[in-house]
Each structure stands twice: as C-alpha cells, then as structure tokens.
C-alpha cells in the first residue's frame, strides 16, 4: 500500500502516523511525506527521531520541506532506490532529490521538494534556516531531463509547496521563487494528481491537486 500525507515536523505532527502504526504494515508499504519531515532536524535529536518513525513499520519516503536541516540531508550516502536519486537516511527512510521521478507499485511519482520561509528574516543561517531550501533552475533542469524520458507523463506529482497559480487563486497567498518555479509542471506534465503540503491545510482544490496536512491519503482506496 501506499500512503501520503502532509508536513510532520519532526515529532510536532507526528501523532498522526500512529494510526499506520494499527495497520500493521510492513516495508513493502511506503508513506510519502510531502515535505517538512524535519526527521534530520538536528544531530541532537536524529536517533530519537529515527526511532519514531521506524516504529511505523514502512518505509518512509520524502520531499524536502523548507524547514529541514539540508547540511545534515547532505552529508547522508546517496543510493538509487525505486529508480530515482535519494539520499538514505536509515534502512527504510528516504529523502528524494528534487525532480526525480521514483516507481512504486507500477506507479511514477515526479518529486521536487523546495520552498520558501516566509520567515527567515527571524531565523539564523544553518541553524534554523537553511538557504538550500529554495528551488533552483538546476532542480527544474533535473525533472525536465527526468520526464524527457518517460514522455512527460508521470501518475502523480509531490512537492512540498505548490505553483504559483494554484497558491494564488486557491489560498490568497503571495507568489515566490519557488512556486514560480514550479509553475512548468501544469504546462509540461501529463498526470493524474498532485499533492502537496506546507500550507498547513487539508484540502482539495481540484479534481487534480490536494493540499495535506493532517489527511493521511490511502492511494490504493482514496484516489
């Protein structure tokens, strides 16, 4: 089976996986976060937070948020797994570079984590904020060369924040960098959904994009 859900925070939004715990699932199950998983937060607390979320019982799979520690990210082994470029953080815990497209029970997923704090200004540099969060032309240029070679056409998408068009109309939000940069996967791509975070709602906002949070989504019943 799997399963995607919104941002999780380290062990801030945690609680809510706790209900695949119940499911007694094993690591050929997968649960997608759309970004901001924030497990390799700090050095500190990496083992304890590598504790929790193996005590779900699947694999865990994610898209970089804003709010991850990306020179802790950086230093892990980078692996090929489920055909796409990740950096393994444990046994069963990935984190997928922007603009791979990972297969999953037959199933293709274009990744491309990224996005933009809107309060960084009160942040410090390495420390709570990290400059590597925003995404890049290289990052596009990646997901490009990637979907070249499946024919533009992908089953889902996950990001952690969303284009530019969508954030506008959908949450009244301003545009950035980063939802700019996100806006060729409407004109580019051919797929069946989109999900996405950090925007801290749980919402659909078109029979082809869901905005989660606290939703966790079951791909195999709810889609």
Known sequence: ?????????GDVDYKKLLALKEKNLSYDDYLIICGDAAICWSCCNLKEFLALYNNIGCTILFVDGNHENFDILEEMPLVEYKSAMMHQIDTHIFHILRGEIMTLEGKTFLCIGGACSIDK???????SWWPQEEIS?????????????????V???????????????????????????LMFIDKLVDYKHWFFGHYHFDRKISEKKTCLYQEIINLNNDI
């Open 1 to 9: 089976m799997i399963f995607i859900t919104g941002d999780t925070h």
């Open 121 to 127: 200004m009160y942040r410090k540099p390495h420390l």
């Open 137 to 153: 032309h290289h990052d596009v240029d990646n997901a490009v060369a990637n979907l070249e070679k499946v024919n533009n056409k």
């Open 155 to 181: 089953d889902y998408v996950i990001t952690h924040c969303c284009d530019t068009s969508t954030v506008m109309k959908a949450f009244g939000f301003r545009r950035d960098i980063c939802t700019d940069q």
